[in-house]
Nanobody
Framework: QVQLVESGGGLVQPGGSLTLSCAAS????????MGWYRQAPGKQRELVAT???????NYADSVKGRFTISRDSIKNTVYLQMNSLKPEDTAVYYC???????????WGQGTQVTVSS
């Protein structure tokens, strides 16, 4: 079964905004903190934002003040509101548990975000 499905990516101009969605399985969403990750070409995947089941959020310094992570417990969905986008935000964005687990849930296909003029 597909456990994580990302959507909402696309091509935007610098300074623009975009909202990503992650539909997660109930078992993942209800058990762990959730996080958004991104991977640019030729680079390692990095964690950019996390949110606990209680709604406490943390952000990488590179996106702090520009991105907002939120969750909807009824829809088992995690969102990433991205504002003031920069070319360096260009990457494939993934969602998963918000911290490394011994057995990580399978990664979804991700959603491509391209910031370019």
């Amino acid at each position: 079964q597909v456990q994580l499905v990302e959507s909402g990516g696309g091509l935007v101009q610098p300074g623009g905004s975009l909202t990503l969605s992650c539909a997660a399985s109930g078992s993942i969403f209800s058990t762990y903190a959730m996080g958004w990750y991104r991977q640019a070409p030729g680079k390692q995947r990095e964690l950019v934002a996390t949110i606990t089941r209680g709604g406490s959020a943390n952000y990488a310094d590179s996106v702090k003040g520009r991105f907002t992570i939120s969750r909807d417990s009824i829809k088992n969905t995690v969102y990433l509101q991205m504002n003031s986008l920069k070319p360096e935000d260009t990457a494939v964005y993934y969602c998963n548990a918000g911290h490394t687990l011994a057995t990580m849930p399978s990664w979804g296909q991700g959603t491509q975000v391209t910031v370019s003029s």
